[in-house]
């Protein structure tokens, strides 16, 4: 199995940035891609980011493009999510997910079910 530990969160005003990391151990060989996702109080969880664990390739939901980057570093089997230009709207606890499969439609990651392990979260608190 693989284990993830988020940690990086806290309290921001709007416009500033925070960075997520999601640490990898155990077994992370089978890691296929992890992804990052978010649930404010009194909503579903949301997809926010993937990254595809050999290749690096990401993917982002809409509202977060050209202000969330996901990327890894390989020799920690460390992924993180730098958030730039924060908003209220983002405040939500931060999750990330490691999945065993490989998907090659898109739209895969952005389904919980598609993914194995997750981390315990990390709370993003954005303040106007």
């Known amino acids: 199995q693989v284990a993830l530990v988020e940690s990086g969160g806290g309290l921001v005003q709007a416009g500033g940035s925070l960075r997520l990391s999601c640490a990898a151990s155990?077994?992370?060989?089978?890691?296929?891609?992890v992804g990052w996702f978010r649930q404010a109080p009194g909503k579903e969880r949301e997809f926010v980011a993937a990254?595809?664990?050999?290749?690096?390739?990401?993917y982002y939901e809409d509202s977060v493009k050209g202000r969330f980057t996901c990327s890894k570093d390989n020799a920690d089997n460390t992924v993180y999510l730098q958030m730039n230009s924060l908003e209220p709207e983002d405040t939500a606890v931060y999750y990330c997910?490691?999945?065993?499969?490989?998907?090659?439609?898109?739209?895969?990651?952005?389904?919980?079910?598609?993914?194995?392990?997750w981390g315990q979260g990390t709370q993003v608190t954005v303040s106007s």
């Open positions: 155990g077994r992370t060989f089978r890691t296929q891609a």
């Open positions: 990254i595809r664990w050999n290749s690096r390739i990401t």
């Open positions: 997910a490691a999945a065993y499969r490989y998907y090659s439609d898109i739209s895969d990651f952005h389904k919980i079910s598609s993914y194995d392990t």
